[in-house]
């Protein structure tokens, strides 16, 4: 009987991540994906490395800014283990506001010194105030990608197409996990299924599906647009192949993935207001995934009241950001190591006690 040290639950960019660290401080490790990994919210994600105070919560801003450091290092790993291009690029955002509404920390943002036009051309002119953030950007596709065939370099063993049902408990200690078709062991075991988090007995996580819509262009030519654009409207994310994503909604929808026409042609409008040059782009494709949401908006990270059994989820639209230390902190967790950073504020334990 084949036994793994640990059973990562989820193949998006967490749980790979997470395998990936794992492997490399010399765990066996197991990854067991419901579906094809990497396909879920990885594979939706704009890709905005987006740590500043306007986008993160004040109690999630420690780890934000500590994986974004961590990125270009993150980075270069991965491309060298897996020889994938993971497009990170490090132009910066420009955040455009409500003129007199809001004014970002200027720690992180910077009001232009050079004229918009000099910096984006095909930008349109009416705007309100802008401000450039020292933000990067990077390929979600690309990174799971990267991720994948990273952890598998490293001997990690992956199981796609069957979902987990339940953790299984003998004597209170983990033992490993039933799936719909067999059962693997192991002694630890982490969940790391995003929004499906909460379907796996017997912890019930109070994740939750939240929708988000989005469209992608092939721009006019790879130049058109440098920056990455974030308004209270639409955020435009550029890529090195000429490709440009739109979007996106955030929706309750309960797990439906569909993409409504309508809301389709918002977006598409909305990105033409800021860009006109792609009123006449290629649509290439659109999409909708569905982020983990919890109910503060913050991650659960940590250990829970079972022996053995640990949890990495609830990441929101910081998935992608959050990776590099998610996998770093979790790795300590389930190594007995105790975490560089305070997990307290995202413990399982804190819905049990609203609860209470």
């Not at 132009?91 to 910096?119: E, K, Q, R």
């Not at 004597?171 to 499906?196: F, I, L, P, Q």
């Not at 309750?252 to 009123?279: C, H, M, N, V, Y």
């Not at 979790?330 to 190594?335: P, R």
Request: aromatic share 6%; charged share 20%; net charge negative.
């Amino acid at each position: 009987m084949k036994t793994w040290d640990v059973i990562v639950i989820g193949g998006g960019v967490i749980g790979l991540s997470l395998a990936w660290e794992l492997r490399k401080q010399g765990a066996s490790v197991l990854v067991v994906e419901r579906g094809e990994p990497g396909h879920e919210a990885s594979r939706a994600a704009g890709g905005m490395l987006a740590n500043c105070a306007d986008e993160t919560p004040a109690a999630l801003q420690p780890l934000a800014n500590a994986s974004a450091e961590m990125y270009p290092e993150f980075v270069h790993q991965l491309q060298d283990e897996s020889d994938v291009n993971v497009d990170l690029r490090s132009d910066g955002t420009l955040l455009f506001v409500p003129p007199g509404n809001y004014t970002p920390d200027i720690h992180v943002a910077t009001p232009l010194s050079t004229p918009l036009a000099d910096i984006e051309p095909a930008l349109a002119r009416e705007t309100g105030p802008a401000f450039l953030l020292q933000e990067r950007s990077v390929c979600p596709r690309a990174l799971t990608e990267a991720t994948l065939k990273a952890a598998k370099h490293r001997g990690a063993d992956v199981s796609s197409g069957s979902r987990v049902l339940s953790v299984n408990v003998v004597d209170g200690h983990v033992t490993g996990v039933t799936t719909e078709k067999t059962s693997y062991y192991a002694s630890r075991v982490v969940n790391c299924a995003g929004a499906w988090a909460g379907m796996v007995g017997p912890c019930p996580f109070p994740t939750r599906p939240v929708k988000g819509q989005m469209v992608c262009f092939a721009m006019p030519s790879r130049e058109l647009l440098k920056h990455v654009v974030r308004s209270p409207e639409i955020y435009l994310i550029p890529r090195s192949d000429g490709r440009l994503l739109a979007g996106a909604t955030v929706e309750e929808a309960g797990f439906d993935k569909r993409t409504i026409p309508d809301t389709i042609q918002q977006l598409r409008r909305a990105a033409i207001s800021r860009l006109p040059a792609l009123s006449t782009a290629h649509v290439l494709e659109d999409w909708a995934g569905l982020r983990p949401g919890t109910p503060d908006g913050l991650p659960i990270l940590g250990s829970t009241s079972i022996p053995g059994y640990f949890v990495a989820t609830g990441h929101f639209r910081d998935g992608i950001l959050l990776a590099p230390i998610t996998a770093r902190i979790m790795a300590q967790v389930i190594g007995g190591i105790r975490a560089e950073h305070d997990l307290a504020p995202f413990s399982v334990e804190r819905f049990a006690l609203r609860a209470a």
